[in-house]
């Protein structure tokens, strides 16, 4: 089994998403006021090449971000920018590493923010994985009113839903995404409400490919909530289970946006 880190562009965001400041409302709305920008972080994908087939991890960037400048949606035209070429896009990224359409057995979104959902055109013969309440919530008009661009989908888009059963370790639900158990994916709830991660087990190392439950390995370790999640106790008990799985097993964390997760994953660098 082999895991690849496909950056798929880069991004910018204002320092107040990465890490909230204040509480409730005013810890949302101070991305929004904060006049500051993170460097250009990356956009990660994740295919993990596994012999009953391959899994692609998120869809990262496609190149229609580079003109969300012209949206009408506050955060959409103010509050993000991108970097992306064509060739950067993870559909012809995967052909320069020898992988056809035709080999990706399944994609697993993580949640359907824009700089995850941006690639799925390249995959219209795959099987797509998305939570139900996660597609419910990035639809149609009140999707966009939330920020989400389902106007961008692909008109063939009609997701699997990924209905999660039993817990698994401190995550509260959990669904296997092989049939050797050895990739799963587990509830991660906080950045989005119904947002996942996937574990994939080798070993005895646990590569933990977490979305955008932080944006970087740091904050994920203090516990520090983001700027945009709705619940901050639901977000702080997810990083907690987080770390809390990084302290039992050697656990290599590789959120989507951390400058560090390509350098962790190839040296296969635990959290703690
Ligand atoms: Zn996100």
């Known amino acids: 089994m082999k895991i690849h880190a496909i950056q798929t562009g880069s991004v910018r965001i204002k320092t107040a998403q990465v890490e909230g400041r204040g509480h409730g409302l005013m810890r949302r709305i101070s991305v929004f006021t904060d006049r500051h920008w993170t460097n250009w972080l990356p956009t990660y994908a994740w295919a993990i090449e596994h012999r009953e087939g391959v899994i692609l991890v998120d869809t990262g960037q496609g190149t229609h971000l580079l003109e969300t400048g012209r949206s009408l ?33 399944c994609v697993v979104l993580t949640h359907l923010h824009m700089d995850h959902d941006g690639g799925l055109a390249h995959f219209p013969q795959s099987k797509i994985f998305v939570t139900r309440g996660e597609f419910d919530t990035a639809r149609g008009w009140a999707g966009r009113l939330r920020g989400y661009l389902p106007n961008r989908w692909p008109a063939w888009f009609d997701p699997i839903p990924l209905d999660l059963g039993e817990s698994f370790g401190p995550f509260s639900a959990s669904k296997r995404l092989t049939a050797a158990g050895d990739v799963v994916a587990v509830a991660t709830p906080g950045h989005t409400a119904h947002h996942i991660s996937v574990l994939v087990q080798s070993g005895n190392t646990t590569f933990f490919l977490a979305g955008d439950t932080s944006y970087n390995e740091e904050l994920m370790l203090a516990g520090c909530v983001d700027g945009v999640s709705a619940n901050e106790q639901i977000s702080r008990a997810t990083l907690n289970a987080i770390k809390q799985t990084a302290t039992k097993f050697p656990t290599v964390y590789l959120p989507t946006h951390d400058a560090g997760s390509a350098a962790r994953l190839a040296r296969s660098v635990p959290s703690v």
């Open 73 to 105: 949606h506050p955060y959409v035209r103010w509050e993000v920018r991108f970097r992306i070429e064509p060739e950067q896009e993870v559909g012809p990224q995967l052909r320069a590493l020898g992988i056809a359409q035709h080999d990706v057995k």
